[in-house]
Each structure stands twice: as structure tokens, then as C-alpha cells.
């Protein structure tokens, strides 16, 4: 009797509890989408995006990065513009030319995203930023998730981070 009423009640704590989760994901794309339309509006109007919204450009998922990469499509607003590359190209100067430290992780996370058409770029900045200290690379990608991910996994073996 016990274990019939057991397994009702956990199908139902399961559902709120996947109910709380997807409602959590949602907010969290929504505050990047947000985001995603300030960049977008700055970008059109030929502004300057301040690192403040640069940064948040970021994505922590794929999600948030086919959010951010469908910038690109035809269908998009931004899709006949460079919106994506050259954000993207910021992102990356701020780590390789302005030496901006608190961009040096989400240039990472960024490029362990590459994939497609923009990877060669994301490539070739990973390697102008191992080749400015390979230490901190590989100290710095130690534990972070994005390490199972290429390109970052290729260069991590390469240079035999551990």
C-alpha cells in the first residue's frame, strides 16, 4: 500500500520540481535575451556596448549561444549586419590587446563554443592567448566544465595542461 502511494507522490515532486527548473532556465534566457536586444540596439546605432553588456554576451549555454549566434541568420535583424563577429572580436581584444583580466575566462567559455564558420577565428585567438602565457591557460581552464568541449580540450592536451 506504502508503495503505491509512494510512487504518486514522487511523480508529482518530480513534476514541480521540473516545473521549478525549466521556469528557472527561462528566466535566465530571458535576462539574455535582454541583454542580447541592449548589445543589439547599442550596435545599430553605432554605439559604443560597454563591457558591462560586452561581457554578458557570453553565453553559459548552448542555448544562450544559438540565441547569440542566430544574430547572424538572414531572418534576423541583425543578419545583415557584423553584429556577431565583430562583438565576438571585442569580446576576444579585450583579453589579447586591452589585457582585461576580467574578460579572460569568458573569452574561454566563448571559445568553447566554436563551431562552424567563426571557429577558425575563435582558433586562432585561443592560440594568441595560450601563446601570451601558457601557464595561466592552463591553470586557468583547470575545472572548469568547458574543458570537455574543442577546442579547448584539443589545446588542453596539446600543451599538456593538468
Known amino acids: 500500500m506504502i508503495k503505491f ?3 504518486p ?3 508529482i515532486f518530480s513534476f514541480l ?3 521549478n527548473l525549466t521556469e528557472l532556465n527561462t528566466l535566465n534566457v530571458s535576462e539574455y535575451e535582454k541583454n542580447l536586444n541592449t548589445a543589439s540596439e547599442l550596435y545599430l546605432k553605432e554605439n ?3 563591457d558591462s553588456i560586452l561581457i554578458k554576451l557570453v553565453p ?3 542555448t544562450e549561444f544559438e540565441l547569440y549566434c542566430g544574430t547572424t541568420g538572414p531572418d534576423h535583424n541583425l543578419g545583415k549586419t557584423d553584429f556577431f563577429y565583430e562583438t565576438t572580436r571585442l569580446i576576444f581584444e579585450q583579453v589579447t590587446s586591452e589585457k582585461n583580466s576580467d574578460f579572460y575566462l569568458p573569452s574561454l567559455k566563448l571559445i568553447s563554443f566554436a563551431d562552424g564558420e567563426y571557429a577558425e577565428d575563435f582558433v586562432t585567438y585561443l592560440e594568441i592567448i595560450i601563446k601570451m602565457d ?3 591557460f592552463c591553470k586557468s581552464i583547470n575545472g572548469k566544465e568547458y574543458i570537455k568541449r574543442n577546442p579547448i580540450k584539443f589545446y588542453s592536451e596539446l600543451n599538456k595542461c593538468e
Open 17 to 19: 520540481t521540473f516545473g
Open 9 to 11: 507522490l514522487l511523480m
Open 5 to 7: 502511494l509512494t510512487l
Open 48 to 50: 559604443k556596448i560597454p
Open 134 to 136: 601558457k601557464a595561466k
Open 60 to 62: 553559459e549555454n548552448y
